[in-house]
């Protein structure tokens, strides 16, 4: 019965290092468990805070291919699981740990690679993943916003130009068509006056034919 308690705990404990984006090794000794409970709770849902036996983690590691963790795995041990953002669990380890001294970040694991205490002390220094992700939608939004501003500008300037353009020319119509107006009523008095003076002439050399 106890060989098959061991197995199923390698198993299960190889089943997180396989599913885990990080793990995080600590030293609990010296916390009680009220402290434990609310280091678990601190994590949230998407961190498992498990107490492990050192020999069947190197097992379980072993057989998830995950190597390098042996001179970790010394002393009380208990190993956070991270299932959702690394950066966060970091922060609230470490965190934890400023506030409760018992708690001793021995190491980790990342992406296949060994992380030492002072690894995980700089990822907790970073920005986590909805902060990164926030600052670059709001980049986006910026660009997208000068963009419209840029292609907004000209067309308004275009719009203002024409309608200047618009009301100059309505302006100057009436001041257009009386010059038109003009010209054309001295063409006419014009017309008029060498009819007149062809008469005139007419007149004349009838007068001379009959004397």
């Not at 793990?23 to 994590?43: D, P, W």
């Not at 100057?172 to 003009?182: H, I, K, R, S, V």
């Amino acid at each position: 019965m106890a060989g098959a308690n061991k197995a199923n705990t390698v198993a299960e404990l190889a089943e997180q290092f396989r599913t885990s984006s990080a793990t995080v090794l600590t030293e609990y000794r010296g916390l009680t468990v009220a402290q434990l409970k609310k280091l678990r709770r601190s994590l949230g849902p998407t961190v498992s805070y498990t107490i492990v036996k050192n020999t069947l983690t190197k097992i379980a590691a072993s057989q998830a291919g995950v190597t390098g963790l042996d001179d970790l795995l010394a002393g009380p041990s208990a190993i956070a699981f991270v299932k959702g953002d690394p950066v966060e669990a970091a922060k609230g380890i470490r965190n934890f740990a400023k506030e409760n001294p018992n708690l001793i970040i021995k190491g980790g694991v990342m992406d296949g690679v060994v992380l030492a205490a002072a690894d995980i002390q700089k990822l907790a220094d970073l920005e986590s993943r909805e902060v990164l992700l926030a600052k670059l939608a709001g980049a986006m939004k910026a660009k997208q916003s000068q963009a419209a501003a840029l292609f907004a500008a000209p067309l308004s300037k275009t719009a203002r130009a024409l309608g200047a353009l618009q009301t100059k020319l309505e302006s100057q119509t009436p001041e257009a068509a009386a010059p038109a107006a003009a010209d054309e009523a001295a063409n006419e008095v014009i017309v008029t006056e060498e009819i007149a003076e062809a008469v005139a002439e007419e007149a004349v050399v009838e007068e001379s034919t009959e004397g």
